[in-house]
């Protein structure tokens, strides 16, 4: 057997299996790879996973809860060629990625950690994530591909249920992919970044609220634009999104109670 192979025991993977554990979640736990994983699975006469992973969840945008996540997917969520479906964010906001975790009824969460370097600095971020065809090929048909950054589209409105759950997968994404501020001058201020037929799709949903430009004046041939809303007009799409949520971002929603009152 090879070396790494010994860094963890029969009794100690069949007791993560018990426990329902995801096989992302075992090789974090481990910190070995998903092959040493699958090798020792083997050997013990395991086939299959036995956990209450739910990944039907986005079968049916008929919540809020699910039109929100799809909206935070869209925005940040990561889709692989090789089924992989994950969502990673900054260490800060771990409660919300066990949320998320959750939300496809994973009980014993364990949530993946490391640095990132970014123009000299460094990053802590937290992840969470599955791989699993029927979820990877859903999430897809929705409109959340592969490589999206400078294709994106807007979804179209026949896959909600109802038109109000549109609100929530926007307030998904502005979660994800939007900036919410106040000024020196007290003005409460969003912007939202995207693709320019991502945000014209938002954008139809606010009528006259929105200032619409590319982000990077520098290369105005790229596909990345942004929307802004200040003054009254934040207001205006904040209060759409977020007054009568149940499920947010935690500081976002504390910037936006600070913007209106």
């Not at 139809?204 to 990077?216: A, E, V």
């Not at 003054?231 to 600070?258: F, G, P």
């Amino acid at each position: 057997m090879a070396q790494k192979d010994l860094k963890f025991s029969d009794k100690t993977l069949l007791e993560l299996l018990k426990q329902r554990h995801t096989l992302y979640e075992i090789t974090d736990i481990l910190g070995v790879c998903r092959s040493t994983v699958a090798r020792r699975m083997k050997r013990l006469g395991v086939s299959t996973f036995d956990y209450k992973l739910d990944v039907t969840v986005f079968d049916s945008i008929d919540t809020e809860e699910k039109a929100y996540w799809l909206g935070f997917m869209f925005a940040d969520g990561y889709v692989s060629k090789n089924y992989a479906v994950s969502l990673t964010l900054k260490e800060s906001d771990r409660s919300h990625i066990e949320r998320f975790a959750r939300f496809f009824n994973i009980r014993n969460i364990h949530i993946g950690k490391g640095i990132a370097k970014l123009n000299n600095k460094e990053y802590k971020y937290c992840r969470w994530g599955i791989k699993n065809k029927h979820l990877h090929d859903t999430l897809c048909f929705l409109g959340c591909v592969q490589n999206k950054s400078l294709i994106l589209k807007f979804p179209a409105k026949e896959i909600f249920k109802n038109q109000g759950l549109i609100y929530d997968f926007i307030r998904g994404y502005v979660d994800g992919d939007g900036c919410l501020w106040i000024n020196k001058k007290d003005v409460l201020i969003l912007e939202i970044i995207g693709t320019e037929e991502f945000l014209k799709g938002i954008q139809s949903y606010f009528p006259d609220k929105f200032t619409f430009g590319h982000k990077d004046k520098r290369h105005p041939d790229s596909n990345t634009y942004r929307l802004i809303a200040c003054s009254q007009n934040a207001k205006d799409v904040t209060n759409k999104l977020y007054k009568n949520a149940t499920i947010y971002l935690e500081r976002k929603y504390l910037k936006y109670k600070i913007g209106v009152s």
